[in-house]
């Protein structure tokens, strides 16, 4: 079968642009391991009617929405190879076979890339964290530290003062300049030069952080911007152009979500700008409508006139 659209990637970005395909009557395919980013976490917040619900029911409620269109497939399988066959798009997976496509809409999202400290990993979505709008309520009033990972940190760790007093650990990173440190003292923000040990408490509770010089820092929870890789290499095996993000690599689109290689878009983490659930929701809109729009009006650019000189 030829879908005139597959989108490889079943979360909230991925879901949100295959529902706008959907909705045209189109034929639409959607490929997703079951691994959304977010699934750490126990709980989303900040989501437009969806306030504290868990992840996993938020995604199995929206595919249910989607399933009840006739023009939808959902494969559960991985994703595992992409090219360009002629005029069409083959995507095959692990499940076994290939999905062809006049369009492509990646939205598989990305990988975080923890530190190599004690506790972090199974902490992670619980009492380590990476945005305060998603989790600063839950642990506000507090005693919080931020991670200097990136050099993003010192603004991260600005904004977490606004939810409860902050420790930001260096952690072998160089100590902030001079004007940093004055807006630091202005926000009552401690700088801690001592490098971690590890993280301590019944995970995922976190009663502190352990410093190899012995002493324990006691906070509530942990922030930290952790550096980030594509969840596959399938843009990269498309030929798609990937811009540096202050995080990590990120896939380039245009004003319309479509990448550099034209037929494939790309809508949610993997693109700049986006790093919560309502934004890769918002993104993936964006990006079916317009996907969507250039199923019509790519082909009839051919008959457009040829400007003259």
Known sequence: MLYDVVVIGGSYAGLSGALQVARSGRPV???????????????????????????????ARARADLAAYPNVTLLDTLATGAQREGVHFAVTVA?????????????????????????????????????????GYEVRGERLGVLSVLPQSTHQ????????????????????????????AERGITVEATPILQ???????????????DRLIPV??????????????????????????????????????QTSVPGVYAAGDLTPG?????????????????LHQSLIFGPLAALEPVASD
């Open 29 to 59: 395919c959607v490929v997703d391991g079951g691994k959304p980013r977010n699934r750490f976490a126990s709980h989303s917040h900040g989501f437009f009617g969806q306030d504290g619900q868990v992840p996993q029911h938020m995604i």
């Open 274 to 290: 986006i790093g919560n659930a309502s934004m890769a929701a918002a993104d993936g809109v964006f990006a079916g409508a317009s």
């Open 95 to 135: 499940s076994g076979g290939t999905v062809t496509a006049r369009k492509v809409l990646l939205a598989y999202g990305v990988v975080d890339l923890l530190p190599d400290i004690p506790g972090v990993a199974e902490r992670w979505g619980q009492t380590a964290l990476h945005c305060p709008y998603c989790h």
């Open 199 to 213: 993280l301590e408490g019944h995970a995922p509770a976190l009663e502190g952080v352990r410093l190899t010089d």
């Open 220 to 257: 509530g929870a942990l922030f930290l911007a952790s550096r980030i890789q594509p969840a596959s290499d399938l843009a990269g095996q498309l030929g798609c152009t990937f811009i540096d993000g202050p995080q990590g690599p990120l896939l380039q689109t245009d004003a319309s979500k």
């Open 157 to 184: 760790a600005l904004l977490i003062s606004d939810w409860g007093p902050v420790t930001f650990f260096l952690n072998g990173q160089p100590e902030p300049d001079a004007v940093t440190l004055a807006k630091f």
